[in-house]
């Protein structure tokens, strides 16, 4: 077993002295946060009432959801949490690797020790499901794994389907007939969602709502508290990561993690891009290009190598996503599965010898410590090709190869539902996609709905590549939105080291309205229905008018 | 003409887990089941409620001497086939596990064949166990828990064989064994008639190991009792390296006394130490498989080695004092 690098023996032992810190709840946020409390304003508002979920110990979440109270909370409204309170058999706080037993009581340790740092009231969901507590619900037992995605409880939600997503994510695979862990995951699972709601409708009972802000919208306690919120008709705001760090993406009425913008795309189809836009999006791209300024870093030594192409026909590549990411999930559309997907991509190659086809494996398959597949798509290759066809080769997810090149050198790209097909795109590189992925159906790629669709447009792309050459515009005006415009920078918190979080506010007047564009976003839409957006702005010294109008630069966080 | 073949299940409250294994063996690809033979010892937690519902080809037939050595017996004087394939609820079945068997057993001219065990832990502790129980070094000889090419064998995981070829030897012991030896004896037996017992790892199927320090030992334990009473019936072992454990008990034990009678501290730790150090080293190299943790391995791997090797020597006790083995469990598995 190699001994992990100096870097990451580093990040350990800070984390350790956080561990350690977080037993007597005085981690550097946490009293950071006593300070920002003590200046919060003395009485509650009067304004909307707003519930935070926050269930789980995700550092950089909790003081994410924490600031944003703080921010609405100077706006007037009234703010309370929801945790979870532990106990519960499983829950997605930690996935198949890591649990059961859950870790319930350092968990929860965290997240309310948080919560009181930051001055504000909380209610444990435990406290209501133990209250009325609905029990071990003995009849899964007779319930085949088949049928549990059609568990519907006595009081009518449908836990089976709400608890898909998790379990999914929880096994860190997507097939469950084959998995001997699948059935009594996701009884568990179920049981657990069970309890969640009866906890979930005792606080809102209580709190009664105006507004709910969760993470996600598809994890479990979110999945579960979105449902009872629908049938009460509370508004539910949901937030996830964007994909530039330190930024987050809000959607009211749809799982953010989905970073779906087709309500706000027709509004930038067509405005051009001003230089300093186009500027700020070259230079993030090169960024990205080398694993600078993204949510995960796969590599510290990428390698630029150019791919050798062999023989004179088309070079085509493929790029995977992990079979359980919320992304895929759901989003099946040429093909019932990505992994049918795969299989008809490399039978059609089979049938076209003089083309080439390469495909990279996704490295979130084994290079995010502690969330290894446990469905390699390698394993779905060797199943159905014991031998792939000599004009189809694959690069493994620990190949260091960088992806970038590989794009570049391509005549036509092929991806499920994964974000390389609007990097594609942005190259000038044709792009087939056979999932229902964000960025289909915006003009600047060749979406197909059935397998004869995707088969068609294959022959038709390796006759004349040309024919579909994204319109590279159109593409930046979609990754401007995408990356920057959407995406709103994060409230005065920063991940300083991967699962930790820092707050870098002074004083709580950074939140207040008008000093924070984000902020200012953030709770606009939360409290009056924003959609999230970007203010207005006069156009940038030195740049062209922007056409709509709406867009702005970043502004740094924590800046006054 | 395809091999009908019955398949005999041995139950005792087993609700947690009788639903995905029916399901499991239900889904099998082979064409000719004549029955599953859901042989239930007395369960008080709706088990045969839960098979019964199942209906056609399962079928629940009582066990009156609850263990499973007697539902073999049952279960194979009731079976409408000729080959028996033995199952148990703690596992899952792969789609062509019966097909697979009924190829080997026909193809290899073996006996008795099977597959090897594969253990799935459900926790994080289970990960750890199911990582100790598929390692020769957790395990000692039994190559079912490891193998991975088709060999012949001293004994296999369950097993699947023609009637007459285990009545012929009296079928299962369910009268002088400790419970739960019935397999490795009954298949000492056969190699001892001369029969050949053959693993094929085409054989897939996945175990749920005990999941708990308390479980695992349990069952260590009554494994060494199972190996004594073994010893105690035929008055020698099928194989002598599982006596290791024991070795290593006695070892530890002596040293133990000698150094408390020398009044050396250092005599009476040497042992200890030396195992966590041997043992560390094997939990270490366990660890590199994702999610099993060291320092759980290292306790699976503790546990494994001293409830046996314990277990073994309370067995050899009863043998010298002449008190009968236990044929049925005391309390559940």
Not at chain 1, 30 to 44: I, K, S, T, V
Not at chain 1, 156 to 161: A, E, F, Q, S, T
Not at chain 2, 165 to 172: D, I, K, L, R
Request: aromatic residues 8%; contains cysteine.
């Amino acid at each position: 077993m190699p001994l992990p690098d100096r870097g990451r023996l580093r990040e350990y032992a800070v984390k350790g002295g956080h561990l350690a810190a977080r037993q007597v709840a005085s981690t550097p946020e946490q009293r950071r946060a006593r300070r920002l409390a003590g200046e919060a304003p003395p009485e509650p508002g009067d304004g909307p009432s707003v519930a935070i979920l926050t269930p789980r110990d995700w550092t950089a979440h909790v003081q994410w959801e924490a600031m944003i109270a703080q921010a609405l909370r100077l706006r007037g409204a009234r703010v309370e949490f929801l945790t979870c309170g532990g106990g519960l058999e499983v829950c997605d706080r930690a996935n198949t690797w890591e649990g059961p037993p859950m870790p319930c009581t350092s968990c929860t340790r965290y997240v309310e020790d948080s919560v009181d740092a930051h001055g504000f009231d909380r209610t444990s969901l435990r406290d209501g499901w133990e209250r009325d507590d609905p029990g071990a619900w003995d009849e899964l037992d007779e319930v085949s794994l088949a049928a549990l995605r059609d568990v519907v409880g006595d009081d009518g939600l449908p836990y089976g389907r709400l608890t898909e997503i998790p379990v999914k994510w929880f096994l860190m695979r997507a097939s469950s007939h084959d998995d001997p862990l699948a059935p009594s995951t996701w009884r568990a699972f179920l049981r657990s969602a069970r309890r969640i709601a009866a906890g979930v409708e005792a606080a809102l009972d209580r709190i009664r709502p105006d507004v709910v802000l969760l993470c996600n919208g598809l994890f479990l306690f979110e999945a579960v508290t979105w449902e009872l919120c629908r049938r009460r008709g509370i508004d539910v705001v949901t937030y996830e990561r964007g994909f530039i760090k330190e930024t987050l993406v809000f959607r009211r009425g749809a799982p953010a993690c989905l970073t779906e913008l087709h309500d706000l795309w027709p509004r930038f189809a067509d405005a051009a891009l001003t230089p300093v836009e186009e500027a700020r999006l070259d230079d993030y791209l090169d960024a990205r290009r080398h694993g600078r300024r993204t949510i995960d870093r796969y590599w510290d030594d990428a390698r630029f190598d150019a791919p050798e192409r062999r023989g004179s026909g088309r070079l085509v590549t493929l790029f995977t996503n992990l079979t359980w990411d919320s992304a895929v999930i759901g989003k099946e559309r040429a093909y019932p599965s990505i992994q049918a997907w795969i299989v008809a991509a490399v039978e059609a190659f089979a049938a076209r010898p003089d083309h080439e086809l390469v495909i990279r494996l996704h490295p979130a398959e084994v290079k995010l410590p502690g969330k290894w597949t446990r469905e390699p798509m390698a394993d779905v290759l060797r199943k159905h090709f014991p031998t792939l066809p000599a004009n189809v080769r694959v690069v493994e997810p620990e190949d260091p190869t960088s992806s970038y090149p590989l794009m570049e050198a391509s005549d036509l790209g092929l991806v499920f539902t994964s974000t390389t097909g609007l990097e594609l795109a942005l190259a000038g590189v044709p792009v087939i996609v056979a999932g229902e992925t964000h960025y289909r159906g915006k003009g600047f790629t060749v979406d197909v709905s059935t397998p004869e669709e995707f088969v068609a447009a294959l022959d038709a792309a390796l006759d004349d590549p040309g024919q579909f050459a994204p319109d590279p515009q159109v593409a930046r005006r979609y990754a401007n939105l995408f990356f920057f415009a959407a995406p709103v920078p994060s409230p005065g918190v920063e991940e300083h080291v991967p699962g930790l979080a820092r707050i870098t506010v002074e004083h709580l007047d950074e939140l207040a309205p008008g000093r924070h564009p984000g902020v200012d976003r953030i709770c606009d839409g939360i409290l009056h229905g924003g959609d999230f957006l970007a203010p207005v702005v006069a156009p940038v010294v030195g740049g062209a008018p922007s056409r709509s109008g709406r867009r702005g630069v970043p502004v740094a966080v924590g800046t006054r | 003409m395809t091999t009908p073949v019955s398949i005999v299940l041995p139950t005792l409250d087993e609700r947690e887990h009788i639903t995905d294994c029916l399901d499991s063996l239900l889904a099998q690809d082979y064409p000719a089941i004549a029955e599953i033979l859901v042989v239930d010892g007395g369960s008080n937690d709706g088990t045969r409620d839960l098979a019964a519902r199942h209906g056609d080809p399962v079928r629940v037939v009582p066990n009156p001497k609850v263990t499973a050595a007697a539902a073999m017996n049952v279960g194979i004087a009731a079976a409408r086939s000729d080959v028996i394939v033995r199952a148990d609820a703690h596992t899952l079945y792969a789609p062509d596990f019966v097909s697979r068997c009924v190829e080997v057993l026909e193809h290899s001219g073996a006996d008795v064949v099977g597959g090897p065990m594969r253990p799935v832990g459900t926790t994080a502790y289970g990960r750890a166990v199911a990582a100790v129980t598929s390692s020769p070094a957790g395990i000692g000889p039994g190559r079912f828990h490891y193998a991975d090419e088709a060999q012949d064998v001293d004994t296999v995981y369950l097993g699947t064989y023609r009637k007459d070829v285990v009545t012929e030897v009296g079928g299962y012991d369910e009268d002088t064994l400790q419970w739960a030896a019935e397999d490795q004896e009954l298949n000492y037996r056969l190699r001892r008639r001369g029969r050949r017992i053959r693993l094929d790892p085409s054989i897939r199927s996945e175990y749920f190991p005990r999941q708990t320090v308390r479980a695992l030992w349990r069952q260590y334990y009554n494994y060494g009792l199972c190996k004594a009473s073994t010893l105690n019936k035929h008055r020698r072992l099928p194989s002598w390296r599982p006596l290791a454990p024991a070795a290593m008990v006695a070892g530890a034990a002596g040293l133990g006394v000698a150094g408390a009678a020398a009044r050396r501290p250092l005599l009476v730790a040497a042992p200890v130490l030396a195992y966590v150090a041997g043992a560390g080293v094997v939990a270490l190299r366990l660890a590199d498989r994702p999610g099993v943790a060291p320092h759980r391995a290292l306790g699976a791997l503790s546990v494994c080695h001293w409830a046996y090797g314990l277990g073994f020597w309370a067995g050899v006790g009863r043998m010298l004092t002449g008190r009968p083995f236990d044929t049925r469990p005391r309390k559940g598995r």
